[in-house]
């Protein structure tokens, strides 16, 4: 009897959430597709790839002073003479004449003590270090879009459970009035199942909010709104221990290996500031052609200097160089300590929102016999119509919960692989190219006289659906 007297609802529940199943199983986008239309749009991850091609032309940069550096300069000059022509002749000067020259010279560092070539160091460190702010950006894309596609799964579900109890209720006002109407229940009962729906009809809108809000999240991330959002898939593949993922996380996360090449970059400038005390030798050549070609010249010269004294300069350097390196280890142990933290954290998320769903399993049966047996002692006159609509929104509320407590844990799973370091398009296997932070490096780090790097970094954004 029981059965009998829920199944109408349980059947309506089911309808209602079905609606929104249906049209999944035509065309869906799924979690995949919304991870790539993310990686793929995203203008922080675009910002931070100019950023690191900035720091690939520091290389370049570098490398350059390894080189002898040319200039020319022309030189055009009137000299006027003040005296007449008969006086000038008389005196032995110039007349008046109009002069032009043209200079080239080339200077270039002989020796160094290896200033350069830390130098040269130091930028390729820095590159290494800002690849791995690019690979924790992505990761922080991803792990924002894993959040916006969850989010939007669950509002749209709450909407569903709650456009559904506006129904139910408003079936459950319907039948009260009859029953007012005949005299079997009163003016009370019809005015708490007003109350009730009304209730009902906020959490709807609050619910169709929090479904809009969802949705202009979700556009923020992939570029466009959501339409047909398949089923949160599996869990992905996960360490079966907390110090096995620890371990990952403090090997793997791009966080403590950027920190690790900012350790490398400051050990380094710790050491050119050293040798900033050394002399420095070049070597110059200079050519100059007057206007009277016939005495042209030329030079060549080699020239050593070293600063013996700059007012504490050099030394303030040292010190600083040195108070860098220092804050830089910190920096790693901090770095290391943070990350450990981040993944303990998000594997107790993960356990806590198992314990949650099985809890909320067992609200949503216990609430479910409740739910009919209140309706079957008020057919029999035993409870109010206040019993049913309380029993009703105490079974809405663990099904709320219990679909918040799934859409948690999904974003659990993908916290941890992003506390891990391995939240990238990469270690997630979505099937599409990626960019790829070597090629521009490749093409610029020697310096070329000529930009040679275009086609190389056109092909690179193709790759990755870059127009």
Known sequence: MKRKTFKPLLLAAVAGLGLMATPLAARAETLADALVAAYRNSDLLEQNRATLRAADEDVAGAMAALRPVIRWIADVGYTRNPLGEAQTRAAGRQPDRLGASLQLSGEMTLFDFGQTRLGIEIAKEAVLA??????????????????????????????????????????????????????????????????????????????????????????????????????????????????????????????????QHQVTVNDLRVELAAKSRMPTVTGSLTTTIPEDSSNDYASVGVRASQTIYSGGALSSAHRKAIAGRDGARAALGSATSQVAEAVANAWAGIEVRRA???????????????????????????????????????????????????????????????????????????????????????????????????ESLDRVLRAIGKP
């Open 130 to 259: 800002t690849r791995q702010a690019l690979v924790n950006i992505e990761q922080n894309v991803l792990l924002d879009t894993v959040q916006a596609y969850a989010d939007v799964k669950s509002a749209s579900e709450q909407v569903a459970i709650n456009q559904n109890s506006v129904r139910v209720i408003g079936e459950e006002l319907k039948a009260a009035q009859d029953r007012f109407e005949v005299g079997e229940v009163t003016r009370t009962d019809v005015s708490l199942a007003e109350a009730q729906l009304a209730a009902a009809r906020a959490s709807l809108a609050a619910a169709q909010g929090d479904l809009s809000a969802a949705r202009e999240a979700y556009k923020a991330v992939t570029g466009h709104y959501p339409k047909a959002l398949a089923a949160l898939p599996r869990a992905p593949s996960l360490p079966k221990s907390l110090e096995e993922a620890r371990s990952i996380g403090v090997r793997q996360h791009p966080v403590i290996r950027q920190a």
């Open 356 to 454: 949650q769903i099985r809890a909320y399993d067992e609200q949503i049966q216990a609430a479910t016999i409740a739910y009919q047996g209140v309706r079957e002692e008020a057919t029999l006159g035993a409870r109010t119509t206040l019993d049913v609509l309380d029993a009703e929104q105490d079974l809405l509320d663990a099904r709320a919960s219990r679909i918040d407590a799934e859409a948690g844990l999904q974003v659990a799973y993908y916290q941890l692989l992003s506390a891990m370091g391995l939240l990238t398009v990469e270690n997630l296997k979505l099937g599409i190219p990626t960019y790829d932070p070597a090629a521009y490096y490749n093409a610029v780090r020697n310096a070329p006289y000529t930009s040679t790097h275009g």
